[in-house]
């Protein structure tokens, strides 16, 4: 992740493979030069401006929510939350990057999107999915060239308005990556690239933040203690924002148990429990020789769970990360994001929307297990999801 980075290159022919209709050539397993622009290019448009706006975009999107919530408050009636995360922080992060609409973002991401996700998910554990010729087979490759479509003519559209000089008044993530490209550049090859950019946003920007956030639910749901405080932070610090106003950057910053919940359950559940590289020349590492075309395999779950590391590794303790007890293990203790030039742009972004969604929540409700089967990890998904969905009764 650091020494070396340059002879270690993504293992797109096998751990990434299923999932490059979804990633392609984007930010994730592009290398070299390639990466290095399209990191430039996209950090660029993650700017503090974006922050600023991400706030507003959860604040409506956790609204949206509660609204739902309210109407089975005290009826008894299971709610399914771990979906419900998935669509919030898809509408999330299709708001910041494309400016859709909650019903637009509804009617393509659970037709398209989570359909194609599932079936990449299933690939990786049985290839030969890719080249049997079922109905599914039919359905995904239809699904895929109908997801690429609709990213691409928004692209189109997006450019032509742009090129007329009709220009938004609140430039989402898209018009800021599009702002670095020439005119004299624009066609087919960089509608592609930007469609593989915009996928990978759309998995990297919502399938963390959904798990981070049902995972912490969970965990606070089974520890009366801890989320009491987590709820009595909340209330202390939203408590303070005047209806009809939105909490700043600065006033959010102080949910620190909140975000010590959330960061806990990224490690004590690692969504992305393993990282792969490719050796393209000989090395040594740690004292072992490393024969070029080696896939190195890093388990970042591994490294999570190490007792000498975390002692009660497998115990959701928040406390873990408040006022920097933790600071004295390094970056490569915790790897959520994964460390080095590679770490998650949107890390960010990704906390500060599930800080806002679970402040809001905790404070507004008050949830209670509905199913024995809560809490068991699915076995066939990246991110690490729950098995059988995650069931609520709401209060």
Known sequence: MQVNLKNYKKDTEFSYEPFLEILGTGLVTSEGETWREQRQRISSALRVEILD??????????????????????????????EEFRLLTLQVIAEAILSLTPEQSDEVMPNLYLPIMEECNRRSLEPWRKYLPTPEWFAHRKRV????????????????????????????????????????????????????????????????????LIWTTWELVNNEEKMAKAVAEANKVLGKVKPGRLPTRDELAHLDYNVSALKESL???????????????????????????????????????????????????????????????????????????????????????????????????KFKSASTKNGAKHTKAIPIAPADGMWFTVE
């Not at 938004?168 to 004299?184: M, Q």
């Not at 072992?288 to 959701?316: A, M, Y």
């Open 145 to 212: 060239a109908m997801l690429n479509e609709y990213i691409v003519n928004l692209i189109r559209g997006r450019w032509k308005k742009r090129t007329s000089g009709e220009a938004n008044e609140n430039p989402d993530i898209l018009d800021r990556v599009l702002a670095s490209v020439e005119v004299e550049d624009y066609g087919a090859d960089i509608e592609e690239q930007m469609c593989y950019e915009i996928k990978t946003f759309l998995l990297a920007g919502h399938e963390t933040s959904a798990a981070m």
């Open 53 to 82: 706006d991400i706030i507003a975009i959860a604040t409506r999107a956790v609204d949206r929510l509660s609204e739902k919530l309210e109407r089975v408050r005290g009826k008894n009636e299971p709610v399914e939350l771990a």
């Open 267 to 365: 490690r004590l559940y690692s969504v992305v429990p393993v990282v792969t590289r490719r050796a393209i020349a000989d090395d040594v590492l740690g004292g072992c020789r490393i024969p070029k075309g080696t896939t190195v395999i890093i388990s970042l779950q591994g490294v999570h769970h190490r007792e000498d590391l975390w002692p009660n590794p497998l115990s959701f303790e928040p406390e873990r990360f408040l006022d920097g007890k933790n600071d004295e293990l390094g970056n490569y203790a915790y790897l959520p994001f994964i460390q080095g030039p590679r770490n998650c742009l949107g890390q960010y972004l990704a906390l500060l929307e599930a800080r806002v969604v679970l402040a809001t929540l905790i404070r507004r409700f």
